[in-house]
């Protein structure tokens, strides 16, 4: 589920321009969510290209390469974020990757972010749902987030009221 509701720009994850700039961005694709030793473990293709377009053509560096982020999940303002991120590359070496591998990390840590708070005020608030009995969903936050093998286990704590 993860994967899908990140993953969704055909299938992709741009962390860098989108798919109209053909000289400079970066994404993941097929990913592999799955937990180990209580961190979320992503495994995923990366395809990226940092080059100038000279007479039409991408004249600089690019890669494509599988690697594996671990993070920690963590509820900060309404949303999951990622904490501790790291990202290795699964198969390969060389000067792109070990840029692109901490500069990576830094990006996911900073900018992830899932609205969890808005998701679940959204499906609790549907009013298409037992349209009779309006609801109102405050004081959301998540107390414990703990990642098994297959899942992200969440404690939730929120009030719902129902007129």
Request: glycine share 8%.
């Amino acid at each position: 589920m993860l994967a899908q509701q990140v993953f969704t720009q055909d299938g992709r994850r741009y962390v860098h321009n989108d798919k109209a700039n053909k000289c400079n961005f970066a994404y993941l694709e097929k990913p592999q969510v799955r937990g180990r030793d209580g961190k979320l473990n992503i495994r995923a293709r990366f395809t990226g290209r940092s080059a100038l377009s000279v007479l039409g053509k991408c004249v600089g560096v690019g890669d494509a390469f599988d690697l594996t982020i671990a993070a920690t999940p963590q509820f900060r303002d309404g949303y999951i974020a990622l904490g501790g991120v790291t990202v290795t590359s699964d198969d390969k070496s060389g000067y792109y990757i070990r840029r692109v591998c901490p500069i990576l990390a830094a990006s996911l840590g900073r900018d992830f972010r899932y609205p969890i708070s808005a998701e679940f005020q959204k499906a609790l608030e549907d009013a298409a749902i037992l349209p009779v009995y309006p609801r109102t969903l405050s004081n959301f936050r998540i107390s414990e987030i703990r990642v098994t093998g297959d899942a992200l286990v969440l404690a939730l704590d929120f009030e719902l009221t129902v007129k």
